[in-house]
């Protein structure tokens, strides 16, 4: 017998199956949703309108109710150069900064045999397809920056990137890794300090 009526149950199961949320929270939500009917209506036309009206982006693959994304659209960015990241909260992220005005290129996730995500699977080709594209017009590419994690899976799908890209006339580069702003040396590993090491710059 269920603990709770059908619908009930079928609400709490799918709110399981979000990032992040457990049996408890749930059914807190779920139980939350039967106290205003009005509210819980307009939560749901707000989760249909985003199921109906938001997309990828047919550049670069950034989420956007239109054809094309704003930053993609925007004369103000520099379209030589494309950031390839592995998700659009990456791509958030680096707006937040303030600091970077090219452009973006967002994958599918990254390369994981074990996952059977392959160059097909993550939009590789999309990639390459832009970039060899953009040479024929009035603002070819001229950077590729790779900001993805720093992972095993991330290394290899740079590696894999940097590689393909070899065929066309661009530069190549990944985003520094090592210590962050405020960070004490004596509680970082091995890696990140070596990484760090890697990626030390001039001052003079």
């Not at 109710?65 to 659209?73: F, L, S, T, V």
């Not at 996952?115 to 097909?120: A, I, L, N, T, Y």
């Not at 699977?121 to 590419?141: M, N």
Request: glycine share 6%; net charge neutral; aromatic share 6%.
């Amino acid at each position: 017998m269920n603990e709770f009526p059908a619908s009930v149950e079928v609400l709490i199961e799918k709110y399981r199956q979000q990032p992040t949320i457990g049996k408890k929270t749930a059914q807190r939500l779920a139980l939350h949703a039967l106290k205003d009917p009005a509210a819980t209506r307009a939560f749901a036309r707000a989760l249909w309108d985003v199921t109906e009206k938001v997309h990828r982006c047919r550049i670069c693959g950034n989420i956007t109710e239109q054809e094309i994304c704003p930053i993609c659209a925007s004369v103000k960015r520099d379209h030589s150069v494309i950031t390839v990241v592995e998700e659009v909260t990456n791509l958030l992220a680096i707006e937040r900064g303030a600091s970077y005005f090219g452009t973006y290129h967002v994958l599918n996730g990254l390369l994981s045999p074990m996952d059977q995500r392959g160059p097909e699977e993550i939009g590789v080709s999309r990639l390459l397809k832009r970039v060899k594209d953009s040479l024929a017009t009035d603002t070819p590419v001229k950077e590729v920056i790779l900001a993805l994690s720093p992972t095993v899976e991330g290394e290899t799908t740079m590696l894999f990137l940097a590689d393909q890209l070899e065929a066309f006339p661009v530069c190549v580069s990944r985003i520094a890794s090592g210590i962050p702003v405020g960070g004490s040396l004596e509680y970082y590993d091995e890696l990140t300090l070596a990484r760090a090491m890697q990626d030390r710059r001039s001052m003079n």
